[in-house]
């Protein structure tokens, strides 16, 4: 089982440029969401889902969009990457939206130059 | 707006010490409390949750307290070892499920 996996591990972006960032889990886990980190500002949601077909904003949604097709993917797509949104990417999971435990991907980090 | 600090933001203690991290949340209205592990470069693990009507958890050398009415938890390690150096992050659940991370306490744990 490998739990949540994180597509690709880094990159490095021209501004302007289209990305997605990939996130696949294995758990059947129903709740997925996408963070970034960076220094001195915590993690930060960026976009949630609470179950497969519907999505959420969060707190710094603006720039990203997401999907959810299904249950195991939840992709997060940067339209028009920016060098603000240098940072590293985490995808997380748990079985509901209530209370679970929240489990963690790799993370991918993003330079946009 | 709910806020969550960590204090301190980073603690240098000898191997086998007792140790305690604490986390402050400005809104007593939480639905739960995480506590996570961080190491260099990699993503986080979670090892403690408690839900909002409960006072602690524990596994293992670690204990998490909650007192809701205070906005306070504190993550207790009890004889600290050098694997336990990490950046440790708790994050406050609402009943939406979003959660909001504090900043983090970096520990190191001295041979």
């Known amino acids: 089982i490998a739990g949540i996996t994180q597509a690709p591990t880094s990159q490095i972006l021209a501004a302007g440029r289209r990305m997605t960032l990939r996130c696949t889990q294995d758990?059947?886990?129903?709740?997925m969401y996408w963070y970034r980190q960076d220094l001195g500002l915590g993690l930060r949601l960026i976009h949630y889902?609470?179950?497969?077909?519907?999505?959420g904003k969060g707190e710094v949604p603006d720039g990203y969009s997401v999907s959810r097709a299904n249950t195991d993917d939840f992709p997060l797509t940067l339209a028009s990457a920016v060098p603000s949104q240098t940072s590293v990417y985490f995808c997380?999971?748990?079985?509901?939206?209530?209370?679970?435990?929240?489990?963690f991907g790799p993370g991918t980090r993003l330079l946009v130059l | 707006k709910q806020e969550v600090t960590q204090i301190p933001a980073a603690l240098s203690v000898p191997e086998g010490e007792n140790l305690v991290l604490n986390c402050s949340f400005t809104?007593?209205?939480?639905?739960?409390l995480q506590w996570f592990r961080q190491d260099p470069g990699k993503g986080l693990t979670s090892l403690l949750l408690?839900?909002?009507?409960?006072r602690e958890q524990t596994s293992g050398r670690l204990n998490a307290s909650l007192d809701k009415s205070s906005g306070r938890s504190t993550l207790y390690i009890a004889a600290s070892q050098p694997g336990d150096s990490a950046t440790y992050l708790c994050?406050?659940?609402?009943?939406?499920?979003?959660?909001?991370f504090g900043q983090g306490t970096t520990l190191q744990v001295k041979p």
């Open positions: 997380a999971s748990s079985y509901s939206w209530q209370g679970e435990t929240q489990y």
């Open positions: 758990m059947r886990h129903n709740a």
């Open positions: 408690i839900q909002s009507s409960q």
């Open positions: 809104d007593s209205a939480i639905y739960n």
């Open positions: 889902s609470n179950t497969a077909g519907t999505t």
């Open positions: 994050a406050v659940g609402s009943n939406t499920g979003k959660l909001i």
